[in-house]
């Protein structure tokens, strides 16, 4: 079913909008306006053009690619998945990131505290039933909170950029993928087949993705016993996840739930990647709203 709606904020005279004919129907089209640039002028995610930033975003790449390796991430994931570093709330930890600046995004200069609000007032605006989405928009990156010095100053390849699964071969679509070359896993038998240590349908939730802050920020939610539904854990968890859900690669690892999860994660990224811009919100202004969501989802405080 679809109904005509007039956009005129947008300078769209009529949208074509598509609505569920159930409550149960997913609507993978929320009727979010999708820009043609980003706010230097380039195309989203263009890891080619030629500029300063891009050239930093390459480097980054190359150490990231060389250094997320099967041990490093098993390393990784039992050390801070201790989560003994801090206790504070999901507000407190968003007021962290006001000096966190993503060097892996060729989009972004931004504070992140403004990307997450810009992504969940994206999505709040186009799903306005589907509250824990509107709070993902607002937590999901969250996680970048490794870049503090409270958390020991994880380089940035540590925290951010692309994420993809480690203990299998590399998959191509893989952004700057040449890098992988030299990773010690790259020719390591164990690690290099389609498969690896992994078996058909075994479940991205069984697979080792690359260390970050997505798997932190899962790790916390879960661990701190959020009530937040799975499709919302596999969002946090898998939104720097561009091989499966731009290019499809790795599905031959997914399951039933997985399949089923990845719906939603395609509705949210359209949100976390284009409502970058620098446009600004009214932090106060919409603050009790998101306050009311943690509350509702979240302990008072939780373990870091």
């Avoid at 201790?82 to 000096?99: A, G, P, Q, R, T």
């Avoid at 490794?146 to 299998?168: I, K, N, R």
């Avoid at 811009?277 to 979240?298: A, G, M, N, T, W």
């Amino acid at each position: 079913m679809t109904i005509l709606i007039e956009q005129p904020e947008l300078g769209i005279e009529v949208e074509e909008k598509k609505i569920p004919n159930s409550e149960n129907e997913l609507v993978l089209d929320g009727g979010f306006w999708v820009p043609e640039t980003n706010s230097f002028g380039n195309n989203f995610r263009d890891y080619d053009a030629e500029s300063l930033r891009q050239q930093g975003v390459e480097d980054f790449y190359r150490i990231n690619h060389i250094n997320q390796t099967f041990d490093f991430v098993k390393r990784m994931r039992e050390g801070y998945g201790k989560l003994d570093k801090v206790e504070m709330s999901i507000w407190e930890c968003c007021e962290l990131l006001n000096d966190v600046v993503d060097e892996s995004d060729p989009d972004l200069d931004e504070p992140q505290i403004e990307h997450l609000l810009q992504t969940a007032e994206a999505i709040r605006r186009d799903y306005p039933n589907e509250d824990w989405l509107h709070l993902t928009g607002l937590i999901h990156d969250l996680g970048k909170v490794l870049l503090h010095p409270s958390f020991g100053e994880l380089p940035q390849w540590a925290v951010v950029g692309d994420t993809f699964p480690v203990g299998c071969a590399f998959d191509e679509s893989i952004v700057h993928h040449k890098y992988f070359k030299e990773n010690p896993n790259y020719n390591n038998a164990a690690y290099s087949t389609k498969f690896g240590v992994y078996s058909e349908g075994c479940g991205l939730n069984n697979v080792m993705m690359s260390w970050g802050h997505d798997d932190y920020m899962y790790l916390v939610a879960k661990e701190n016993n959020s009530t937040l539904p799975s499709a919302a854990l596999f969002i946090i968890r898998y939104h720097s996840f561009y091989a499966l859900h731009k290019s499809g690669a790795y599905r031959h690892l997914m399951n039933e739930e997985d399949i089923e999860n990845l719906k939603w994660l395609q509705v949210f990224n359209k949100y976390d990647l284009y409502s970058k811009s620098k446009v600004r919100v009214d932090v106060e202004q919409v603050k009790p709203y998101y306050l009311s969501l943690i509350k509702k989802y979240f302990p008072a405080k939780l373990r870091w």
